[in-house]
């Protein structure tokens, strides 16, 4: 998100004009994009506001409408705002806790939460019979709000064992809770009704209602702008526009009875039931008159046209009689629509038979999600097991190499046994470093903390640097590196430490499994729009069963290295996970006995 910028109410008083930025999220009826265009009762609000401050004050007001990607990132950024000219717009309910890190403008609609639940829950009577009912169904609610907060308050009080799913907003609410069974959470009153307006099967419990004090628009603490919020919800005349703009978006049953919930209290909770009820019954019965009407055209269109086919049979009659070739063609019609029902019949048949399938996968399927979610868990943990034994292997590792040097510079001189000796703990202890940090590499990648910096580079001088490192290797098997570079010039973009071990891995995998006296040939040339680096070797090639496991980790295939090399399985995982994530693709042709070919792509731009 690019930097926030709101001029204090003060400099736009004395310069006459200035800017101020609106972060907001998708919340209809609210705020919310029409096509292209940002439409919502908060919204009409706020340009009324930038209207009074033109028309009140003569002051010219820029606003940029900054759209956030959930609702506790505007809450997070007004919070942390430096800048005074900063406002959040995502019908945020005025709480105390909220009151501690950010200034509210006067509420503009009163804030009423409802709970409700999908249609095949029944309605709980009273709150043990809810604990009861509820206490194996899921619940699915808005991180970070009021909604959440009442949630965790009912789950800590009745229903300790309750799942919770998240979703962005409202509407994902009613969607969720509608379409599928088992469902309950907060929502709105209005945003209830007007899911009620719309056909929505739901239902609301009794029990459980919050009130609190009125959505509204929040800023910064710090912020000097309370003065003319204060001013311009004070004015008569804007409480009647912003009146006129709810009952707009929100129909004349939700928004009469948002209002009437000014005067509800707990005392009278019955009338206040009574009210909502009401509101229940005039839309259920809207929706039923509607339904009737239309049958009642329906029944209409109906008899309009059994009276036009009345007219026509006489007519038809007469041409049956006088055309008996047409008498057979019908006669042919009727066997077709009689095995066209035999096959319709059949295909009922299948359908449901596909219906039953379609539950059972559904059933699978969740089952899967369990053991996937389990599998996931497992993982996370073996990744952090394996770095926290890396990471602590480490140091002791590199306190042995350093022990072995400075026995190699020490006064007192070697014998030969001794050099060779130490020699040999440097190179495992080399070995096992570097096996260390192929583990660290990987489990990093795994969990997103490699940082890929792509940057335009010549790919024939980073090919010939890394060959050119790599020559002392394969002369100490007596194996020829070819280079056989045909893209010559060409720039990838590319991170060039990350291509450098993933050139250095192919290679040298190719030297580890080729014998002596043979020959590794690497191969560059433009390829659709984007340059094909081949490593081909002759050594021992690799079976197609073996194939779909070669860039497992820790991974150990049946081919073994002609010079006792050691492999941790993970050289070639990483080279996959670098060359994706840098945009590129790898793919391995192999023949047993014949060797195998590396081939790795690069976009160009």
Not at 208 to 237: C, N, T, V
Not at 317 to 340: A, D, V
């Amino acid at each position: 998100m690019p930097k926030l910028k709101g001029d204090s109410w003060k400099e736009i008083n004395k310069k006459g004009s200035g800017e101020i930025t609106v972060l907001w999220f998708d919340i209809e009826p609210y705020i919310y994009l029409d096509g292209s265009q940002i439409d919502g009762i908060e919204y009409q609000i706020f340009q009324r506001f930038i209207a009074f401050l033109e028309k009140e004050y003569q002051l010219k007001v820029k606003v940029n409408w900054q759209k956030s990607s959930s609702f506790a990132q505007v809450l997070e950024l007004i919070k942390n705002s430096k800048e005074p000219g900063i406002f959040g717009i995502s019908s945020f309910s005025i709480t105390d806790e909220r009151q501690q890190y950010v200034n509210f403008s006067p509420s503009y609609i009163p804030d009423l939460s409802v709970l409700i639940s999908s249609e095949n829950i029944p309605i709980a009577q009273n709150a043990s019979e809810f604990a009861k009912i509820f206490k194996d169904k899921k619940a699915v609610t808005i991180p970070n709000t009021t909604f959440e907060s009442d949630l965790l308050k009912l789950k800590s009080k009745l229903l300790p064992d309750i799942t919770i799913d998240y979703v962005a907003n409202d509407n994902f609410i009613i969607d969720r809770i509608s379409s599928e069974k088992d469902y309950f959470g907060y929502c709105s009153l209005p945003i209830y009704i007007l899911a009620l307006q719309d056909g929505y099967e739901l239902k609301r419990q009794n029990y459980f209602q919050i009130k609190r004090e009125g959505y509204s628009f929040i800023y910064p603490q710090k912020s000097d702008w309370s003065l003319p919020l204060e001013d311009f919800f004070s004015r008569k005349e804007n409480k009647q526009q912003i009146n006129a703009i709810i009952k707009e978006y929100l129909g004349q049953n939700a928004s009469e009875l948002i209002w009437e919930t000014l005067s509800w209290d707990s005392v009278y909770y019955r009338e206040n039931e009574i009210n909502i009820l009401t509101r229940e019954k005039e839309i259920q019965h809207n929706q039923l008159m509607e339904s009737s009407i239309r049958t009642e055209r329906q029944n209409i269109i109906l008899i309009a046209v059994m009276l036009v086919l009345a007219l026509l049979l006489p007519l038809v009659f007469f041409l049956y009689r006088s055309n008996y070739q047409r008498k057979r063609t019908n006669e042919m019609l009727l066997k077709r629509r009689e095995e066209n029902d035999r096959i319709n019949k059949t295909l009922l048949e299948k359908f449901d038979e596909i219906e039953k399938q379609r539950e059972d996968i559904r059933l699978k399927n969740l089952e899967l999600e369990g053991k996937n979610g389990e599998l996931t868990n497992l993982n996370h943990e073996k990744n952090e097991l394996i770095g926290i034994l890396a990471h602590d292997l480490r140091n002791p590792i590199s306190q042995i190499i350093g022990l072995v040097h400075i026995l190699e510079r020490s006064e007192t001189p070697l014998n030969e046994d001794q050099a060779a000796l130490v020699q040999k703990i440097d190179q495992s202890a080399q070995r096992l470093i570097s096996m260390l940090n192929k583990i660290l590499d990987v489990e990093a990648l795994e969990a997103k903390g490699s940082s890929i910096q792509l940057q335009k580079s010549n790919s024939q001088e980073l090919l010939t640097e890394i060959i050119d490192g790599m020559e002392p290797l394969a002369l100490e098997k007596r194996i020829t590196l070819v280079r056989d570079f045909q893209a010559k010039d060409l720039c990838i973009y590319v991170d060039p430490t990350f291509f450098r071990q993933v050139i250095e891995n192919v290679v040298s995998n190719a030297l580890k499994y080729s014998p002596s006296e043979s020959q590794v040939i690497i191969r560059s040339e433009e390829w659709h729009k984007k340059l094909a680096i081949t490593v081909q070797d002759y050594g021992q090639g690799i079976s197609p069963e073996e194939l779909n496991k070669l860039f497992t980790k820790y991974q150990q295939l049946s081919s073994k290295p002609t010079g006792d090399e050691k492999s941790t399985g993970l050289g070639l995982a990483i080279v996959k996970k670098y060359v994706e994530a840098m945009n590129g693709h790898v793919e391995v042709r192999s023949e047993v006995g014949k060797g195998s070919s590396f081939i790795l792509t690069f976009p160009l731009k």
